[in-house]
């Protein structure tokens, strides 16, 4: 056997890179095959146009960046009518000196479709800004609602507790001036208990009657305390007479003691 040919059982003919796993089929094989030479194709495609495109910029840069010379017809009419490279156009002097920018668009979209987009952003931008300015609204006025009630509660609140206190002591001045009965039923803080239960319904009545609601007790209750015994409920203190309640005490409501 001549030395110079390969022996058939050497490793030269067998392919290392040969897929060779069992159960493989032959027509899944060369579907992969064939798949990746059509991704390399592409890739191929894909580094060729831009390489080309790179080309066709930098040839464009270079054109651009010569200045215009006197085989150019619009510079050598420029030229006839007394222009000179570098001054301004114009009889007066103020115009351009470079000439208009070359906007060069490199997509596929048409004439337009860019300053259209832009036109879209811009309206997209401007619908969120104001979708953003009513949340904060409706935020704001949920919350001002909020501290409304709030206060309003705190408020009611305040009033049944200075009720309160003005009924205690209206009850105990009435009571030290020898009086037997207030002078308004609710002027007086009845203590009800369970066995109490007809006399609070006939109370509850009595005071439907009247129709005033704590707001107007109160007031109602503080007025007499003060021209009947120049006493103060939020100043704790009786005075010794009218022009000594005047001048120290703040005022006839809770916010003038506050």
């Keep these: 056997m001549d030395d110079t040919e390969d022996d058939y059982m050497s490793d030269s003919f067998i392919n290392i890179n040969q897929d060779i796993r069992p159960g493989m089929p032959i027509l899944r094989r060369v579907k992969e095959t064939f798949k990746k030479e059509e991704k390399a194709k592409e890739a191929n495609q894909k580094s060729r146009q831009k390489s080309i495109k790179e080309q066709e910029k930098e040839q464009r840069e270079m054109v651009l960046n010569v200045a215009l010379g006197n085989e150019n017809k619009g510079f050598a009419m420029l030229q006839k009518m007394g222009y000179k490279?570098?001054?301004?156009?114009?009889?007066?002097?103020?115009g351009i000196v470079e000439p208009i920018p070359l906007n060069i668009t490199t997509g596929r979209s048409g004439l337009g479709h860019e300053e259209l987009q832009k036109r879209k952003a811009e309206e997209?931008?401007?619908?969120?800004r104001k979708k953003m300015h009513v949340k904060k609204q409706v935020e704001k006025q949920t919350t001002d609602l909020f501290k409304m009630r709030l206060k309003t509660k705190q408020e009611q609140l305040q009033v049944k507790r200075d009720l309160e206190k003005s009924q205690k002591a209206c009850q105990q001045l009435d009571t030290q001036k020898g009086l037997e009965v207030?002078?308004?039923?609710?002027y007086w803080l009845n203590l009800k208990t369970e066995e109490d239960k007809d006399e609070e319904e006939e109370e509850e009545e009595e005071e439907e009657e009247d129709g005033l609601n704590e707001s107007e007790k109160l007031i109602s209750l503080t007025t007499y305390l003060r021209e009947e015994?120049?006493?103060c409920i939020w100043c704790g203190t009786a005075y010794q007479d009218q022009e000594d309640l005047s001048s120290n005490c703040p005022?006839?409501?809770y916010t003038d003691h506050e």
Aim: proline letters at 8%; a positive charge; hydrophobic letters at 20%.
């Design 229 to 231: 015994y120049l006493y």
């Design 251 to 253: 005022g006839s409501t």
């Design 124 to 128: 997209k931008l401007e619908n969120y």
């Design 182 to 186: 207030p002078k308004e039923v609710w």
């Design 85 to 94: 490279s570098g001054q301004p156009l114009g009889k007066s002097g103020k």
